[in-house]
């Protein structure tokens, strides 16, 4: 199994809950999908020029979470490793009021409200994956070093 | 009532892979929105990396608080390249340390020693603040 991996990079937005959401879906999704491996890139890290993240994201697919419109995980992956495999804007799955609500919670303070918007936002994240071909699961779809030709 | 310019800028790695990311993001939060909601606020990292103008205007100048996770200090490189003021760095692993032997939970969930860790980083955070204001 190890070597069927996909990336899944959320943004984790500290500002609105869209942001707690993305980073706990994608969490629930690494903890328990068992088809393929999911490898969480730390977006920090992957934009503060982590090599080994940059190289995964360039070698395997990857989907990015966004709490917002604003899509600064997809922007910022498909700037440095090239397009990405799939993309989910939170904010279309629980409503725009509900993504850019300034109030983020802290982990232990989620409610049954947000519990089902992270068990819908991670079943679109499962979907997404369920959608890249499989040879690109292994890496043998090599979509280009993202350097555009510098 | 201090005006959102002024507050001073939270702004954690929550990075994702390991608990330390949690803790600063969990520390992070419950400082600007339990200990000093009037005096700090929390900005995006993954926006302040884009580059976008607007999140620039944000906190270029502004005296910011960096909450990292572990020693590569990913949100005070960026935050710094991005024009903030880094008035304090805040190492998760520097009060970790003080509880050797603990168990703090996952990346997903805190267990009780985290909560506990994270509201000592918290109170940290908040006295660096009130001596800004």
């Known amino acids: 199994m190890a070597e069927f991996k996909v990336g899944v990079i ?17 969490r629930k999704v690494l903890d328990e999908l068992k088809m393929v491996e999911p490898v969480t890139l730390c977006l920090p890290l992957y ?19 966004d709490g917002c419109h604003k ?22 799955i629980i409503g725009e009021e509900n993504a850019l609500d300034r109030k983020t919670v802290r982990n232990k303070d989620l409610t049954a409200e947000h519990t089902r918007m992270i068990d819908r936002v991670a079943g679109e994240i499962v979907k997404m994956i369920g959608n890249i071909s499989p040879d690109a699961y292994s890496g043998k779809t090599f979509h280009g070093c993202g350097c555009n030709g510098e | ?23 600063a993001r969990e520390a ?23 580059g976008d103008q607007e999140v620039k205007d944000k906190i270029e100048g502004r005296d910011c ?9 990913c949100a ?14 805040i190492k998760v692993l520097d009060t970790v340390k003080e509880h050797k032997g603990e168990k703090f939970g ?24 009130n001596q800004e204001k």
């Open chain 1, 10 to 26: 959320s943004c984790s937005g500290e500002e609105c809950l869209g942001g707690t959401i993305s980073r706990l879906a994608t």
């Open chain 2, 1 to 23: 009532m201090i005006s959102m310019d002024s507050k001073v800028k939270v702004i954690p790695c929550s990075g994702i892979g390991k608990v330390y990311g949690l803790m």
């Open chain 2, 28 to 50: 992070a939060l419950k400082t600007v929105h339990e200990l000093c909601p009037e005096k700090s606020e929390p900005v995006c990292l993954a926006w302040i990396v884009t």
């Open chain 1, 71 to 92: 899509c600064c995980a997809k922007r910022s992956t498909e700037k440095y490793s090239g397009k990405v495999s799939g993309s989910v804007d939170v904010s279309e």
């Open chain 2, 65 to 73: 608080i960096t909450v990292d996770g572990c020693p590569k200090m």
């Open chain 1, 47 to 65: 934009l503060a020029g982590g090599k080994e993240e940059r190289n995964f994201a360039r070698v395997y697919p990857v989907i990015t979470v």
């Open chain 2, 106 to 129: 996952s990346a997903s969930q805190l267990d009780g020693c985290g909560e506990i860790v994270v509201s000592e980083i918290a109170s940290k955070i908040a006295d660096r603040i």
């Open chain 2, 76 to 89: 005070s490189k960026n935050v710094s390249d991005a024009g903030g003021i880094v008035v304090e760095e």
